[in-house]
């Protein structure tokens, strides 16, 4: 989901705006991560790579969050 997604479903549903992130918006930059569709093999693995640096910064605040 990109960040203009996630906009667009706080607007339609403003009482769930505490339920839905963006994946990058866990990252240290708030950023979307790039569609690969239509891509090269390479876009495919820029892609993974960042969904998976993402992911580990994901993981590492849920993991700051259940220490305190």
Not at 31 to 41: C, L, N, R
Not at 45 to 64: D, F, N, V
Request: charged share 25%.
């Amino acid at each position: 989901m990109t960040q203009a997604q996630d906009e667009a479903l706080n607007r339609l549903f403003p009482l769930h705006v505490d339920k839905t992130r963006s994946l990058g918006a866990w990252g240290d930059q708030q950023k979307d991560v790039i569609d690969p569709w239509g891509g090269s093999h390479e876009v495919y693995r820029q892609t993974a790579y960042e969904i998976g640096q993402l992911l580990s910064q994901l993981k590492g605040h849920l993991r700051e969050r259940s220490d305190h």
